[in-house]
């Protein structure tokens, strides 16, 4: 049933790989989220979700596995098993048999070694989706942090950035802004790309020559976007409150900020995409696999803002009917 209909919503949620911590905080998830929110269903290896303390009785399931796998012992061959499932749960969003989904964490390493060019699930359920354009965004603590560039090289992060592609994510962040987290007119912040925003082209001219054009193409579309602003200072301004979420224009440059003022209670959330989902903050943390020190803080919190994004996207839509 679903939050339209007035019961508890359908969350998928894919358990990663199975020789990380995924096992064990979906595990954990399963046990902390009440059943009267949520109907859970979970695909990819059940085993071992079962093996880490799972407790699986009247919890739907997906089993996908294409290889076993033991706690720390991450095997190529189980990639085509990860990756089936979470295109399993990403079509059941699409087909409306999920309200949304939310993902254990993956390994970029496996997946390529198991013969997938994927950077990483955003890239993965953009194809699977085949429409939108998905944009990564940072939920923590009261923090929003999106990103203009994803995974690439730094030193390629110059080029990929356009006036066009960096307009077309502030239109992004602001229609999921308002019809997902029920934030009406968000405040976006932009960062800059070089230190001090370019300090007046001394330092770079990206901040004159692609970013500002992008600001006023966002804001000419009805964005309430601002900057481009020095990184080094905006993190603490939008932590006090003075925006609603930050634009960064690279990895590195949105997460550190992010992940030190919420690690452990951050979500990873793909905006851009006709599904909800969301995903927790860190890897698969091989090194700790399966000796119980797994902090399932992220996913708990996952699976918690991807019941209050349905059903904000539900009351939005149906508002607007």
Not at 90 to 109: F, N, Q
Not at 260 to 279: D, K
Request: aromatic content about 4%; charged content about 20%; proline content about 6%.
């Amino acid at each position: 049933m679903s939050p339209a209909a007035g019961g508890p919503a359908r969350i998928g949620i894919t358990v990663g790989d199975p020789a990380g911590i995924g096992p064990e905080v979906v595990a954990a998830a399963l046990r902390e989220i009440p059943r009267a929110d949520a109907e859970l269903v979970v695909y990819g290896d059940v085993d071992a979700v079962r093996s880490a303390g799972g407790e699986l009785a009247g919890i739907e399931t997906r089993a996908i596995a294409s290889a076993s796998a033991r706690p720390g012992q991450p095997e190529p061959a189980s990639a085509r098993g990860v990756v089936e499932a979470i295109r399993s749960a990403a079509r059941d969003c699409l087909a409306g048999r999920l309200d949304a989904m939310v993902t254990a964490p993956i390994s970029k390493e496996v997946i390529a070694a198991g013969g997938f060019a994927y950077p990483g699930h955003t890239e993965l359920l953009e194809e699977t989706c085949g429409a939108g354009r998905a944009v990564m965004l940072l939920v923590g603590r009261g923090l929003r942090v999106g990103l203009a560039t994803i995974h690439c090289a730094l030193r390629e992060v110059p080029d990929k950035l356009s006036s066009e592609g960096i307009s077309e994510v502030l239109a992004i962040m602001r229609a999921d802004l308002e019809r997902r987290f029920a934030i009406p007119s968000p405040r976006i912040a932009v960062c800059g790309l070089n230190p001090h925003a370019g300090e007046a082209g001394r330092f770079g001219d990206e901040e004159a020559r692609v970013i500002a054009p992008a600001i006023e193409a966002a804001r000419a579309r009805g964005v309430e976007a601002t900057g481009p602003y020095a990184a080094d200072s905006l993190f603490h301004r939008a932590v006090a409150g003075e925006f609603d979420a930050v634009l960064a224009m690279y990895h590195d440059q949105g997460l550190g900020p992010l992940k030190t003022w919420a690690f452990g209670q951050a979500v990873n959330v793909t905006l851009g995409l006709p599904i909800v989902r969301t995903s927790v903050d860190h890897g698969t943390a091989f090194d700790i696999a399966g000796q119980g020190r797994a902090d399932p803080g992220s996913m708990i919190e996952a699976v918690r803002l991807a019941l209050v994004l349905s059903r904000n996207q539900e009351k939005q839509d149906r508002m607007k009917t």
